[in-house]
């Protein structure tokens, strides 16, 4: 497993599914992880839960869309913490319809949460970082940023367009030891999931070589080895963890 001791960690989207995870995942590995989300009471409990199994978890509601309330959060964490080294932009929301269908409004909500809010969260982490030339920045986009999907327009778009942020992150903050880099997951098992039929997860499988729908904590493993000092020398990359369905 990989080493996170005397790191410090901001998950976003913490409050459930993969995020909820990952934040498990990473105190577990050590870090102080900074659980994130909109809700309070849920994220207290996640947060709640961490520090119950002996690891170190803060809860701090912020939305992301919303760029001084991420740069309150990051100095909350800083004077708490003393430190930033690993970002972790998971929220993210779909609105899915057709593209003669859908509205502006539905459109411009997915942008602001799944795209301006991972490059809120880089703006405000990246001053803290640059000043201890060392970083990890990791982007949860989505194989439907690479391959595009009917009815998703405007969360393909978002998906997509992290997959350019982190590339530009990881060029700008290469030489300040920072990495950036992305993970798409495929079809994972959570409350979106769960909610198809047997008929539909069963097409689902069969498009999958490894033959299962992943799980959250195969999206945290992947998670917390790109956050390792193991992972120093891979920046600007996707990583599809999907059960092989894109290659
Ligand atoms: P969930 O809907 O289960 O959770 C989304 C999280 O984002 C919640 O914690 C929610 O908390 C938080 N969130 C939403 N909007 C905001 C906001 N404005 N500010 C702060 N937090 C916000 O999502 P999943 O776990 O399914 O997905 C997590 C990530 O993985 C997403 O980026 C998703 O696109 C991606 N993904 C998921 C796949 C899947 O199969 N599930 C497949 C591919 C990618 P709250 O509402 O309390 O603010």
């Known amino acids: ?21 990952i934040a498990q995942n990473i105190a577990k590995a050590g870090a ?13 409990n996640v947060s709640d839960e961490i520090n119950g199994k002996g690891y170190i978890s803060i809860a701090l509601t912020c939305d992301i869309t919303n760029s001084e309330n991420f740069q309150e959060l990051v100095k ?52 803290h970082m640059m000043k201890q030339h060392s970083g990890r920045i990791i982007n949860i986009s989505s194989v439907v940023g690479l391959t595009g999907n009917a009815g998703q327009a405007n969360y393909a778009a978002s998906k997509a367009g992290l997959i350019g942020l982190t590339k530009a992150t990881a060029k700008e903050l290469a030489s300040r030891g920072i990495t950036a880099n992305c993970i798409a997951p495929g079809y994972i098992e959570t409350d979106m999931t769960n909610q198809l ?29 790109l956050a390792s000092d193991e992972a120093g020398y891979i920046t600007g990359q996707t990583i599809t963890v999907d059960g092989g369905m894109v290659m």
């Open 1 to 21: 497993m990989n080493n996170l001791e005397n790191k410090v960690a901001i998950v976003t989207g913490a409050s459930r599914g993969i995020g909820k995870v």
């Open 197 to 225: 039929s047997d008929k539909i997860k069963d097409a689902l499988i069969e498009q999958i070589p490894i033959g299962r729908i992943g799980q959250a904590e195969d999206i945290a493993h992947a998670v917390c080895f």
């Open 76 to 127: 909350t964490v800083v004077d708490r913490f003393g430190s930033i080294d690993i970002l972790v932009n998971n929220a993210g929301i779909t609105k899915d319809n057709l593209i003669m269908r859908m509205s502006d409004e539905d459109w411009s909500t997915v942008l602001d949460t799944n795209l301006k809010g991972a490059f809120n969260g880089t703006k405000a982490v990246t001053r």
């Open 32 to 44: 102080k992880t900074v659980c994130v989300s909109r809700s309070e009471n849920v994220i207290q």
